[in-house]
């Protein structure tokens, strides 16, 4: 869960290209998308975070930071139907690490690039992330309420979690694979990925 202390950052606008937005954000290591944004996340060896409107007004995009977190969603305050606005915004981002990325309510995102350790993705309430050439040793995908979530490239241990979704990690080449009986997701993997026990019994020692 995301704390709830809020800093709303300030969006400075550049002449770079004139519709786009300069959001001056560093040190961030993951991402929160909500309804209505779309992002596009690419590993570089500096931060860089632009957004423009697709359609309505680029001032209705609520940019804050939790943390280590960036968060994106459409500002609903103040309007009694909310719902019925054509704000619709596009966030790039270049960032040279991403731990962890979740995209929501019918929002998007398109990762590419990204290496280390671990990295953790989710989708959620419709939300629909693609990851992209990813190289990691834990890669955790986990999908609820109507996410979907398509990856490719590697990793050694792929996690896959979730109650209702779909994950498509076909193109993905993991050694072993490991599922909880709990999980309720619709999944694709490689037949050659290994499945090992997410629960495996007292060792006796």
Not at 65 to 90: C, H, K, M, T
Not at 183 to 189: G, P, W
């Amino acid at each position: 869960m995301l704390k709830h202390v809020v800093v709303t950052l300030a969006l400075i606008a550049t002449p770079a290209l004139a519709d786009d937005l300069v959001i001056n954000q560093t040190g961030f290591t993951a991402v929160h998308v909500n309804e209505d944004v779309t992002v596009t996340i690419k590993i570089g060896p500096e931060y860089s975070v632009t957004a423009r409107a697709i359609t309505g007004d680029l001032s209705h995009l609520d940019v804050n930071r939790y943390d280590g977190w960036l968060v994106f969603s459409r500002d609903a305050r103040w309007f009694i139907f909310p719902n019925w606005r054509q704000d619709r915004f596009e966030v790039t981002i270049t960032t040279p690490v991403l731990n962890e990325i979740k995209v929501f309510d019918g929002s998007g995102a398109t990762v590419s690039g990204v290496t280390g350790s671990a990295l953790r993705a989710e989708a959620a309430s419709g939300g629909a992330l693609v990851l992209l050439d990813t190289d990691v040793a834990a890669l955790t995908l986990v999908v609820n309420d109507g996410g979907s979530l398509a990856a490719s490239g590697s990793c050694g241990q792929l996690t896959i979690a979730g109650a209702g979704g779909l994950i498509d990690a076909s193109a993905l080449a993991c050694a072993t694979a490991v599922i909880p009986p709990q999980s309720e997701v619709m999944s694709m993997i490689p037949d050659k990925v290994r499945i090992v026990d997410a629960h495996p019994g007292p060792s006796g020692d």
